[in-house]
């Protein structure tokens, strides 16, 4: 059998080869390909659409969707780019399964900040209310909290008046004088590696799981999804598009965008 498709199998290796694929790629789409014509014993002008899909439909019962999708992946590529026919193009059938993350959810939040000692909490709130990245936030300095016309800011950031007067009692309490955030011994910037270190301990001990800034910010955003604004969310995560919000949250399982 296997000489039957000797050449058509040794193209497909030499044209991966040629266009640089990973050995993985190649070892992956060499076997899916093999094995298909191997199963089908059809020559490869004779192969329909239907022996395609009964193929995938058959492995389905064995094999999680995302991995039969590679192999229609391996299938589109071989039929397409060495055989030049379209039979394995636009087969829509199946649709990748994407592994649900877990986000924080808000009492989760409110159980961490009222855990953690006062410069922490403060840091984590200023993440929650302005959706800033860690290495602005540990550079930010006393003259970077202003109140103008009743509104309190961080820097461009609106801040809640309660957040501004825990950061402001915050500052008068450790005798501050240039950064908002610093080491124990109140001289050296606290650097941002160090409040990802505090972070993974606290939500480890607290939570029970490891959490980052970016899970923060995106249980944040996606909690402001959920409510229906997505535009919010898309300013509070400094997006350019909807399109990249979306996707994101598609892939970490939660495609708000079906009706």
């Not at 497909?12 to 191997?38: A, I, N, P």
């Not at 970016?214 to 909807?242: F, P, Q, T, W």
């Amino acid at each position: 059998m296997f000489e039957k498709f000797y050449f058509d199998l040794l193209s497909l290796k030499t044209e991966m080869q040629f266009r640089g694929y990973s050995t993985s790629t190649q070892k992956t789409y060499y076997k899916t390909v093999k094995d298909f014509l191997e199963v089908t014993g059809k020559e490869a002008i004779d192969i329909k659409r239907g022996d395609i899909i009964r193929y995938l439909d058959n492995n389905l019962k064995l094999l999680n969707i995302n991995t039969i999708l590679v192999k229609l992946n391996a299938l589109e590529f071989f039929f397409s780019e060495i055989l030049g026919i379209d039979v394995a193009e636009n087969i829509r059938k199946y649709k990748r399964e994407f592994k649900t993350k877990d986000f924080l959810t808000k009492e989760q939040l409110n159980i961490l900040i009222s855990s953690v000692p006062m410069r922490e909490r403060i840091l984590y709130e200023i993440v929650i209310e302005t959706g800033m990245k860690i290495e602005d936030i540990v550079v930010l300095t006393i003259n970077d909290l202003t109140l103008k016309e009743g509104t309190w800011r961080l820097k461009e950031y609106e801040i809640s008046k309660e957040l501004a007067t825990e950061i402001t009692n915050y500052i008068e309490k450790n005798y501050l004088e240039n950064y908002i955030f610093t080491l124990s011994n109140g001289v050296d910037n606290i650097l941002g590696n160090t409040a990802r270190h505090w972070l993974r301990v606290n939500t480890k001990e607290i939570l029970g799981k490891l959490y980052t800034f970016s899970d923060i910010r995106h249980s944040v955003a996606l909690d402001m999804v959920k409510m229906g604004d997505e535009k919010r969310a898309i300013k509070y995560l400094k997006l350019k598009s909807n399109g990249t919000i979306r996707q994101f949250f598609k892939r970490a399982g939660y495609d708000y965008t079906e009706k």
